[in-house]
């Protein structure tokens, strides 16, 4: 098997906040043989500012991108909406066409049929609208179309793990970025309603492909004083927890 | 007009302050959505007629003015009058004006969304005229002094109980009465002397063919049918949008309409209005009120082909959860907001930002437009124009400063996480809006790049 060359991005939140979800992002991939580099003045993708209707300014963000990441066969970042700022804006490289969300390589590229992981919980998988809806790393509710779910066929090799149904299979939670801040009267009851959902059936961990969304649904769930914790699904997939 | 740049948010946050009004509102839309997929899913190849009926009305805004005006040549051949108004001011003059002829000084209107963003009943009303709307979540929304919330369930952000009180007091039905069917009957009694009694009766267009001159009026409660049928002049107004080509269109678009607005296979009535009946006057007002402009925008032309379905709103997480009003325009939801700043970029500056982006907007159009995108652009072209103000401006030029430069980002990162640590009342507090309903993550000792750098080289 010839070895992948993969660069790895971590946007700048979880850089700072989630450490363990770059490190099991870096341990996942190298389990698959890959050979992981991560460039040290790596920052952020620039959505925050594209999104906030700045695009304009975000050239800074872009240059460095290209700069870091140009001389890597595959990039890779556990972030469905990074993914998709990427994939989107960086014009005039060929950076989107290499840019990977984790789960969408170790399904598509690497095409994973097995995994040493264990996590024995009841887990509820928040699919991000980024990853989902932008990347199509799962069906979509509103199209009449095949289901399908990249994360969950991941989640699907882990031992010990059950997956519990929800009402509402990928609503929003309402981060949506500065959305969140903006909008915080919306942003912060869409997120306790989807906290509820996952709740509600029993989940002991919630889980995604992106950590932006988890990260607002953590903040409400320690708000709420709740024992649901949030794990990103690098972490899940890199879990040897045994029951 | 800085002062409106956080309408949405405002407004959004006032009706959030009744959360179990919240969760109902959600839920019984949620419901709406629940029904349109329920309904979709029965059509076998659902998204082949989104597709052809996208492709449809492709082709009708490439050549717009052809069919307009062979929609005119054959609407005229009919028997009916056609109007043209450039804008909202010269459609209610018009209607003022038909009004005046004929000495009438009361009219009966079905639902038209075309009206409410002309802002018709306000105009007829300083002029004399009394309109009485005869949809019921319009008349309930009317006699309640809103307007609509939704552009097809006008009054869905009322209780029945509410209903019930509305109705008590301009209807005279018992207080405490809020028996849905009761209601109903009171507004049938009620309503049906309008019917008798007005001469004039003002109808929406769902579909106007430029093949036929004929145009279609969709309701469930043959309240068009009812004014049209029963008054000497007919009078109906549509955006110059809502045209098709071909009578044979109608089986693409009548299969996708009532489908996607409320889950059923097709509105209790879709009626044809083809030729005024004998001694019947029946005049048609085009109407342009910035579609034209809008039309040669490229990125955002497209927002034109809408059939007013609202399954946009209906999906819509933030419309679910703020309701109508707070959207301040009389097209709400996710596609009012890519409609709004067409008509006022100030006013409505802060529609666009009123979503978190997600798509499902998108998704649920029959005619598929790119809502969400636009979204997006409409964001870009706000902020260019210079409708940001000025601490959003300035936050957005120091963020970009830090992640532009690798070496600020990690002192920053460093320094913000120390804050988080040893004085986390820094951020925890009020004017921290994250932390208002939700925690701070916990900030941990050492970032990711840290731990490469001590750990893998």
Known sequence: MTKHRVGLFIPCYVDQFYPQVGIATLELLEKFGCEVVYPPNQTCCGQPMANSGFEHLTTGCNDLFIKNFSEFDYIVAPSGSCVLHIKEHLHGSDIPKKMYELVEFLTDVLKVDSLEASFPYKVGLHQSCHGQRGLGLAQMSELMAPPFSKPQQLLDLVKGIELINLDRVDECCGFGGTFCVAEEAVSVKMGKDRVADHIHHGAEVITGADMSCLMHLEGILRRQKSDVRVKHIAEILNSQIKA | ?457
């Open chain 2, 1 to 457: 007009m800085s002062t409106n740049h956080n309408n949405h948010a405002a407004l959004a946050a006032a009706f959030n302050k009744d959360e179990p009004r919240v969760e109902w509102h959600d839920q019984t839309l949620w419901w709406v959505r629940k029904k349109r997929d329920i309904a979709a899913a029965k059509v076998p190849d659902w998204e082949a007629l989104r597709d052809t009926a996208s492709r449809i009305k492709d082709n009708v805004l490439s050549n717009l003015s052809g069919y307009l005006r062979q929609f005119e040549e054959e609407a005229i051949r009919n028997g009916i009058t056609v109007h043209w108004a450039a804008d909202a001011t010269e459609h209610n003059q018009i209607i003022l004006s038909l009004l005046q002829k004929h000495k009438v000084d009361k009219m009966v209107k079905s639902k038209s969304m075309l009206t409410e963003e002309c802002h018709l009943n306000e105009f007829l009303h300083e002029n004399g005229v009394e309109v009485i709307d005869t949809d019921l979540g319009e008349r309930v929304v009317q006699l309640a002094g809103e307007p609509p919330s939704h552009i097809v369930l006008p009054c869905i952000h009322k209780k029945k109980e509410e209903i019930g009180e509305i109705f008590h007091e301009h209807l005279g039905t018992p207080a405490g009465n809020a028996d849905p069917q009761f209601l109903t009957h009171a507004a049938r009694l009620h309503l049906r002397e309008k019917f008798l009694t007005r001469r004039v009766a003002l109808t929406g267009v769902n579909f106007a063919v430029a093949e036929t001159g004929e145009f279609v009026v969709c309701t469930n409660e043959g309240n068009a049918d009812m004014g049209a049928h029963l008054a000497d002049v007919h009078i109906a107004c549509m955006g110059i949008e809502k045209i098709i080509p071909q009578r044979r269109h109608l089986g693409v678009f009548l299969r996708l309409l009532a489908r996607s607005a409320t889950g059923q296979p097709i509105t209790t009535y879709s009626s044809h209005f083809r030729r005024p009946r004998p001694g019947q006057e029946m005049h048609i007002v085009l109407v342009d009120n910035g579609r034209s402009v809008h039309l040669g925008r490229k990125d955002f032309r497209n927002s034109l082909k809408c059939i007013r379905c609202a399954a946009c709103f209906n999906t819509c997480p933030v419309y679910r959860r703020s309701g109508g009003h707070s959207y301040h325009t009389a097209v709400a939801g996710p596609i009012g907001s890519i409609l709004a700043p067409n008509l006022d970029r100030s006013k409505y500056a802060d529609l666009p930002f009123a979503s978190t982006l997600c798509g499902s907007c998108s998704n649920v159009c029959p005619v598929k437009i790119d809502i969400h995108e636009q979204l997006y652009k409409w964001r870009q072209v706000i902020v260019q124009e210079g409708n940001a103000t000025a601490g959003k401006k300035a936050a957005m030029k120091a963020m970009n400063w830090v992640l532009s430069n690798p070496s600020v980002y990690h002192g920053a990162g460093r320094a913000g996480r120390w804050f988080m640590l040893n004085a986390p009342f820094t951020v925890n507090n009020g004017l921290n809006a994250w932390w208002r309903q939700r925690d701070m993550p916990v900030a941990p000792k050492q970032s990711f790049g840290e731990w490469y750098k001590k750990n893998k080289h």
